[in-house]
């Protein structure tokens, strides 16, 4: 099969008017696996800048393909450097911004990526809510609480709540 790259022309037209923000929805990051290991390195893609290179790298190429968009498997193989779960990453925090769109359809068994320019009335997979866990304890004000739990309704995440 004969791949249909961008080049660096199509991708500098593809980055004209994005926002060059990163997106770290989880607590302030771009998400870790629970290790120390692995949040010690995703802090320090964050705050080093890399994380926002890698999104913007990936956000452009998904707008450069157009609305053929891109897959993890397509990523992977234009940015042989990269390992696998930088791009997963990627691709999870850009989709869960709205920055990029994860279709129904999938390709080479891979969920599709595409600008929402590019949407072209498709279905799309929706970003999975947060789960928010809320542990009570006898000695909390029942009002904060409920104050936690509305707003996180409000945001439509999902709610845990456990007494302990």
């Known amino acids: 099969m004969t791949e249909n790259w961008p080049n660096e022309g ?23 696996s629970g290790s120390e290991a692995s949040e010690q390195a995703t802090r320090d893609l964050d705050q080093t800048g890399r994380t926002s ?15 053929a968009g891109a897959t993890v498997v397509e990523l992977r193989r234009f940015h042989e450097q990269w390992h696998h779960g930088r791009i997963s990453s990627a691709l999870t925090c850009l989709h869960k911004d709205g920055k990029i769109l994860r279709l129904t359809a999938k390709r080479e068994r ?4 595409v600008a929402p320019q590019f949407l072209l009335g498709r279905d799309v997979v929706p970003p999975k809510a947060p789960t928010l866990e809320v542990e009570v304890t006898e000695d909390m004000d029942i009002e904060m609480v409920g104050m936690v739990v509305y707003a996180a309704l409000l945001r439509q995440d999902k709610i845990i709540v456990r007494r302990s």
């Not at 891979?110 to 990526?113: G, H, M, P, R």
């Open 10 to 32: 199509e991708i500098a037209i593809a980055r004209d008017g994005l926002d060059g923000t990163p997106s770290l929805p989880y607590a302030g990051t771009s998400g870790f």
């Open 110 to 113: 891979a969920s599709i990526y």
């Open 53 to 67: 290179v890698i999104q913007r790298e990936v956000r452009d190429f998904i707008a450069a393909r157009g609305s």
